[in-house]
Nanobody, 120 residues
Framework: QVQLVESGGGLVQAGGSLRLSCAAS????????MGWYRQAPGKQRELVAD???????NYVDSVKGRFTISRDNAKNTVYLQMNNLKPEDTGVYYC??????????????WGQGTQVTVSS
């Protein structure tokens, strides 16, 4: 079993910053990809950013230059530094990790979600 625990959401004014964290624990051999998704009310969940174990990154266009994803492989933790936040960044942010288990197959695991609210 693998668990993902997120932290760092909250309420912030436009232009402010937040840092999200997501720690994975359990039966983990490696985590090839870790990422953050978000879901705004009435909208589909979308990829915000992801990062490989080799630290290659991918961002949705709307956050480029404002958000930075990083990871600590020793701690199985991924971070999302969010700067210059905008009201349209509001939503529930979910961590997702593609985990290789001792049985040598990979499975996607999701965190419980953390609310980010940006006021104008």
């Amino acid at each position: 079993q693998v668990q993902l625990v997120e932290s760092g959401g909250g309420l912030v004014q436009a232009g402010g910053s937040l840092r999200l964290s997501c720690a994975a624990s359990g039966s983990i051999v490696s985590i090839p990809v870790m990422g953050w998704y978000r879901q705004a009310p009435g909208k589909q969940r979308e990829l915000v950013a992801d990062i490989s174990s080799g630290r290659s990154t991918n961002y949705v266009d709307s956050v480029k230059g404002r958000f930075t994803i990083s990871r600590d492989n020793a701690k199985n933790t991924v971070y999302l530094q969010m700067n210059n936040l905008k009201p349209e960044d509001t939503g529930v942010y979910y961590c997702k990790s593609k985990v290789m288990t001792p049985l040598k197959y990979t499975t996607d695991y999701w965190g419980q979600g953390t609310q980010v609210t940006v006021s104008s």
